[in-house]
């Protein structure tokens, strides 16, 4: 059993996290579980099945992570139904605040066992870094009245693929069509880009966001299944 330790979440978080692909854990490994993660606090366990008795390890499932994908379409090429964000005092606020319901699901704010506001401080991360472009090579919003009503990050996944990063909608206008248009600005902005791929992930426990994406042309990739195991 090889747990890989995860310097960037060791030193952000504070505290010693290491990762474990299940797919390269032998049954005879299993013995040797509590020496190969005694030197971490935390360990995020990554497997393509759900693992079978997971609790009589001590472990904690947070997640079920799946990734939709699609095929960039050449009728989507439309440049200017999206605004690229553009930074301010004010809008960072409403885009931190948008990031912070899209992730209402995320592992980082349900894991009971995170008391440092580590979702808050990831997520503000996570808006910093697109607006940066260091993980992101576009930031678009929806305004409405002058107030971001929506707003999609958009990364490389791989030569082929772009990836959406975060994509939120307020509340009270869900539903009205900004999503699918935001979706839309992804596709032709990667299109643009000569990605012939676009992918997305959420929760399995995310219905609505499930739906939206088989809604707006997406199909399920792959599936991985996530857990904790804290060292207490």
């Not at 997305?200 to 199909?219: D, H, L, P, R």
Request: include cysteine; glycine fraction near 4%; charge should be positive.
């Amino acid at each position: 059993m090889k747990v890989l330790k995860l310097t960037w979440d060791s030193v952000f978080f504070g505290y010693p996290i290491g990762k474990i692909d299940w797919r390269t854990t032998e049954k005879e490994d299993l013995q040797y579980f509590n020496k190969y993660t005694r030197p971490f606090k935390l360990v995020y366990i990554f497997s393509q099945e759900p693992i079978k008795d997971f609790e009589k390890l001590n472990l904690k499932h947070v997640d079920t992570k799946v990734t939709f994908s699609k095929r960039v379409l050449e009728y989507n090429k439309i440049y200017d139904i999206c605004l690229e964000y553009i930074n301010s005092k004010s809008a960072f606020k409403e885009l931190l605040s948008l990031a912070y319901e899209s992730g209402k699901y995320s592992r980082f704010k349900n894991d009971n066992y995170f008391v440092k506001n580590e979702f808050e401080r990831l997520y503000e991360e996570w808006i910093l870094k697109s607006i940066n472009k260091d993980i992101a090579f576009k930031v678009l919003v929806e305004k409405k009245n002058d107030i971001i009503s929506g707003f999609v990050t958009l990364g490389k996944f791989s030569e082929t693929t772009s990836e959406i990063g975060l994509i939120a909608v307020r509340d009270e206008i869900q539903g009205t069509g900004v999503g699918s248009k935001l979706i839309k600005c992804a596709e032709s902005t990667s299109l643009a880009k000569n990605y012939k791929f676009l992918q997305v992930s959420t929760q399995e426990e995310n219905q609505q966001a499930m739906q939206f994406y088989i809604k707006n042309g997406f199909c399920i990739k792959e599936k991985v299944y996530i857990y904790h195991y804290w060292n207490l």
